[in-house]
């Protein structure tokens, strides 16, 4: 099968927040297609982009799904997002890999958090952006409500280019403002649209609406606005051309509307996608590493991976876009991440869980290989070594973490390795150890994610965990100066055992570390057995005093000692030196040290005031604020302890339009009556488990 040309190709994501029904569309832009031969439905597991078990169960999309389709001779490949904020980073790639992207409303709710996150993206990457208010057959659904919302938020250059015929579940058709022609739907079929008259009562509607996306389409052009405002009549062929160069160019963002369930309206949708959105051509030469990357054929290749999927029989299946060349069935490719060879085999052409298959993809198109060895989401692939990465867009960190446990011992490499083929499906997971506290630490950006994330290792992988909330990494450290004297010995009748230090302790200042000084004159102690004393000391330290954190920050000098011709040894010394460093750190005045956070909270601006109160509750300190186009960022520094439980919270104070992310800044000392209550709650434990 013979590649299409750029031009004739329109790759495009379907965004917004969770609850538009980009399912829905996705599924009725198929079917209106002919791509699939019966209308699926969310409710009952039937669309064919959520396929996967843990999205019919959870009624939503966890995954970025690809299906092709061709409309008027335009090849469409079609990315359906999860709108929920816990895997935006499939959405995020999505709108890395397409020229176009519609916006999926609620015509009940308008614009809502999600949908205001991603249209920023969107921005910064130039997307070409149209907007369907979808579901107009709700209860209490209002396009003009809508329409009203999505100019309060994104500007005037959102303007409908039609709109509905009767309201909620009266809605019958929609009029086309371009034509002045009203369409009616009846029933769910390919062929249930009928022109008719525009409706007697919506005349001067239709005609008030029509004049505002006249004033939207001549400021595209000076000629075509100097002919409008003179009265001048301008071509249907005038229009349409006009409002592509608008979109094209991110001046103009049609607004449409419909009912994707019932089908209504989606011919019209699909038109507007192949007549309004650009095509790869359209939209011309990718810059990346100081290389431009043309939309030609008889360029070498470059394409982009921007989605893995990680199945346990299959291995893995990248999602690709071609930039540059045409990549064909049984060739190579180099990875220019790892610079190896990659063989490309059997080219796919995705249609959710189903696929076709393809000889090769051409400049602009999008589809997927599988099997390849070494090469995941972000990764590159060119006809040879080439000095340029395309990129991800920048993900958001994870900062809902917890502990994991295996559920059967023995399975800490099958889960290890679960995790890992996940990680390369979502690179928003984050897998690592904690050095302190030695546990397994996985992280996703809520608890919703985390808990898929769990789900999918056992349902794939066959690897079930526990999760439990990660310990805080306490550290212990001293306000003051101090000295001590250690001295072991034992005699047991034969050779006994004999070390003897006297050590100095003192502070330094936060992230130092430790520091160890030997000022032995005169052979007190002989140069054999010092390092003994040190590492009775890093021992001492490891287990701490106060409440069995590591000690950080301070520097012990080794000043005196003596020793036995006989008894002395390295592990006589060692003992020594932790007798000495635990003597000294009870006088040299011992603190709690526990982690603080930078955090970032993005929030409505109407509920800044309660973030903040909040934050202070969590003995935080608010840094700043700053807007975020129609948000506030809120920066503040906030004891870890106290962030463990902070996504549900926050949730509930901004109605779930709030976010943050968090990172490590510094250690601080832990407040005494804080300090005091975490040390009980050691000993109690410590107590507990001694009686079992």
């Given amino acids: 099968m013979a590649h299409e040309g750029a031009q004739a190709i329109r790759n495009v994501a379907l965004v917004g927040h969770r609850g538009g029904g980009k399912t829905s569309v996705h599924e009725a832009l198929l079917f209106e297609a002919g791509a699939i031969t019966r209308l699926g439905k969310v409710a009952d597991g039937t669309t064919v982009s959520d396929s996967a078990a843990d999205e019919q169960a959870r009624s939503m999309s966890i995954s970025a799904s690809l299906a092709s389709f061709h409309w008027e001779g335009r090849k469409v490949n079609l990315i359906d997002t999860p709108g929920e904020p816990s895997f935006v980073a499939d959405a995020l790639a999505a709108l890395r890999v397409t020229e176009g992207a519609i916006f999926v409303v609620n015509a009940v709710l308008g614009v809502e958090v999600g949908t205001r996150r991603l249209w920023q993206r969107a921005q910064e990457l130039g997307l070409s952006r149209l907007i369907f208010v979808n579901m107009l057959d709700r209860e209490r659904a209002d396009f003009f409500r809508a329409l009203e919302s999505l100019k309060q938020a994104f500007g005037p250059h959102a303007v409908a280019t039609e709109i509905p015929i009767g309201a909620e ?75 592509k160069t608008g979109v094209t160019d991110g001046l103009i963002f049609p607004v449409t509307c419909g009912v994707a369930t019932q089908n209504l309206a989606m011919n019209r949708l699909l038109d507007a996608i192949v007549e309004d ?31 893995t999927l990680a199945d346990p029989y299959a291995g893995r299946v990248n999602l690709f876009r071609v930039y540059q060349g045409v990549l064909e069935h049984d060739s190579h490719a180099i990875n220019q991440r790892t610079g190896s060879k990659e063989r490309i085999g059997q080219l796919l052409v995705p249609q959710g869980k189903d696929s076709g298959h393809a000889d090769e993809f051409g400049p602009g198109d999008i589809g997927a290989v599988a099997k390849l060895k070494e090469t995941h989401a972000g990764d590159t692939l060119a006809a040879a070594r080439l000095d340029l990465e395309l990129e991800l867009p920048k993900l958001p960190a994870p900062v809902m973490a917890f502990a994991i446990e295996p559920r059967t011992k023995g399975d800490e490499d099958k889960v290890f390795t679960a995790l890992r083929r996940l990680q390369e499906e979502d690179p928003t997971i984050d897998l690592h150890r904690d050095q302190q506290t030695g546990e397994q630490i996985i992280a996703g950006l809520t608890q919703v994610h985390v808990e898929v994330i769990v789900g999918r290792m056992k349902d794939r992988f066959g690897a079930e965990v526990t999760l439990k909330p990660p310990r805080v990494p306490y550290q212990e450290t001293i306000r003051t100066a101090a000295k001590a004297h250690g001295r072991y010995k034992k005699q047991t009748g034969g050779r006994g055992q004999f070390g003897d230090c006297r050590i100095e302790i003192e502070p330094l200042e936060h992230g130092a570390g430790f520091e160890f000084v030997n000022r032995i004159k005169g052979g007190a102690i002989p140069s054999g057995f010092i390092p003994a004393v040190e590492k009775g000391v890093l021992e001492a330290m490891a287990a701490g005093t106060v409440a069995g954190y590591p000690v950080k920050d301070l520097k012990v000098t080794l000043v005196d000692g003596s020793y036995h011709t006989v008894d002395s040894s390295e592990m006589a010394f060692k003992i020594a030196g932790s007798m000495a460093f635990k003597d000294a750190m009870g006088e040299a005045s011992p603190v709690l040290l526990e982690p603080v956070m930078g955090v970032s909270v993005t929030v409505p601006d109407d509920s800044v005031g309660d973030v903040i109160g909040d934050l202070n509750g969590r003995r935080g300190h608010p ?37 943050y992310t968090m990172e490590f800044d510094h250690y601080d000392e832990v407040p005494p009556h804080i300090a005091g209550k975490l040390v009980d709650q050691l000993r109690g434990a410590g107590a507990e488990i001694a009686t079992q």
């Fill in 623 to 659: 840094l700043g604020m700053e807007p975020k186009g129609g948000m506030t960022e809120v920066k503040a520094e906030v004891p870890m302890a106290e962030m463990l439980s902070y996504a549900p919270d926050l949730r509930s104070i901004t109605g779930g339009q709030g976010d």
């Fill in 169 to 243: 579940h009266e809605v019958s058709g929609v009029i086309d403002l371009i034509d002045m022609k009203a369409y009616a739907y009846e029933g769910a079929s390919r062929e249930n649209c009928t022109e008719i008259e525009i409706p007697a009562e919506l005349a001067e509607l239709a005609t008030e609406y029509r004049e505002k996306l006249m004033d939207e389409v001549a400021e595209v052009s000076d000629e075509l606005m100097e002919r409008y405002l003179e009265g001048e009549a301008i071509s249907h062929d005038e229009i349409v051309a006009a409002l």
């Fill in 277 to 307: 959105l650009p095509s790869p051509a359209d939209r011309g030469a990718t810059t990346a590493g100081g290389v431009e990357l043309e939309p030609v054929e008889d360029r070498e290749l470059v394409a982009f991976v921007f989605k």
